[in-house]
């Protein structure tokens, strides 16, 4: 068993290395030119395993003349053979990509209220809530079943389960929509107003 294992690891880190996606030069040299018409940055991806967020100042015919970053806030210019890049990306305008925020609109409690009573799980649903708005449903739904099931003997039962699901739902969803929309109102999110575009931009409120 051990020998077959040492017989086939080089066959793997073979396949394994064969299997890393290499660029040819001229997709590198093309991908080049539109990185540096838009004004965009790129992320390059070098054959030593090393990778740089840079600007294209000037492509030769087998280099490029760029500006790099090689720290949080460093800059500088290199060149490199086109052969040196195994892999390139455009990173659009900003090479900081932008994410989705954990941001959510306020929600109207009323609202959230109005849907939860009349079937469980909806108001939870409505402020973003989804997995808790089908373990609601899928609660409900059992003892609904069970009940039916049982017969009327047991069915009695399961009103006071039923009936603590239902105040303790309504309390939780009362106290995430007031979160929901204190963190509503404590976030901003807008643009700042830079030399050549505007620039994205969040301001947090913190109370204390």
Known sequence: MR???WIWLPVILLVARGAEATMETEEVRSLLQEIQAEEA???????????RSLRVEEIA??????????????ERQAAYALAEIRSLRSLGTHRIQARHAAYRQSKSGLLAFLLELPVPGAGYFYIGEHKQGLVLMGLTVTAVGTA?????DTAAGWVPLSAWIKIASLAHLRDQVQTINKLAKNVELGVLPGRESTVPALRLKLDF
């Open 148 to 152: 039916y099931l049982t017969g009327a």
């Open 3 to 5: 020998w077959t294992i």
């Open 41 to 51: 940055w790129g992320e390059a991806v070098f054959t030593d395993g090393r990778v």
């Open 61 to 74: 015919a087998d280099s490029v003349a760029v500006v790099e970053v090689v720290g949080a806030l460093q």
